[in-house]
C-alpha cells in the first residue's frame, strides 16, 4: 500500500526546526514533545522523524532500528514522568489514530502518551457496534 506524505504538515515542520516545541526526548530517530493542547496533566507526543502517515505504515517500513528507538523512547518518557504501573505511577494510556474514521488530524505517524489523572473508558458503546 503506497502513502502519500505530507511534508508540510505541522510534524514535518517542527522536525524541521519551523516550528518550536517543548521537547521531552530526542535520539536519531525519535522525536518526544508536550502537546500543545494537553489533554491530560501529562500528555506527550512521540513522532518518528521518518515520513510515515500512521501506525500501520511506519510498522511496515520503518527499519528495525527505527521501530525499536521509538517504542524505547516511549517506554523511557513513562518511566521517567512516573507513569508506568510497574513503577510509582498509577498508568498511562497510548493513542495513535489512523485515518478518517479516527480522526488523524496530523497525517504522520505519532503516538500520544496520556495519564496524570484517571482517564476513563477509551469508548462508549454505541447501538450498532
Known amino acids: 500500500m503506497g502513502y502519500a506524505y505530507d511534508d508540510q504538515n505541522i510534524f514535518a515542520k517542527i522536525l524541521r526546526g519551523e516550528i518550536p516545541n517543548k521537547t521531552i526526548a530526542e535520539t536519531e530517530h525519535t522525536l518526544a514533545f508536550a502537546d500543545i493542547y494537553p489533554q491530560a496533566p501529562v500528555h506527550i507526543l512521540v513522532i518518528p522523524k521518518g515520513a510515515y502517515v500512521c501506525f500501520d505504515h511506519f510498522a511496515a517500513e520503518a527499519s528495525?532500528?527505527?521501530?525499536?528507538?521509538?517504542?524505547?523512547?516511549?517506554?523511557?518518557?513513562?518511566?521517567?514522568?512516573?507513569?508506568?504501573?510497574?513503577?510509582?505511577?498509577?498508568?498511562?494510556?497510548?493513542?495513535?489514530?489512523?485515518?478518517?474514521?479516527?480522526?488523524?488530524?496530523?497525517?504522520?505517524?505519532?503516538?500520544?502518551?496520556?495519564?496524570?489523572?484517571?482517564?476513563g473508558p477509551m469508548l462508549t458503546r454505541r447501538e450498532g457496534a
Do not use: K, W
Not at 527505527?66 to 497510548?94: K, M, Q, S
Open 64 to 119: 528495525d532500528a527505527e521501530i525499536v528507538d521509538f517504542h524505547r523512547v516511549a517506554a523511557r518518557i513513562c518511566a521517567d514522568l512516573n507513569l508506568a504501573p510497574g513503577g510509582d505511577g498509577d498508568g498511562y494510556r497510548t493513542l495513535s489514530n489512523a485515518g478518517a474514521h479516527a480522526v488523524q488530524d496530523v497525517p504522520h505517524y505519532h503516538m500520544h502518551i496520556l495519564g496524570g489523572r484517571p482517564l
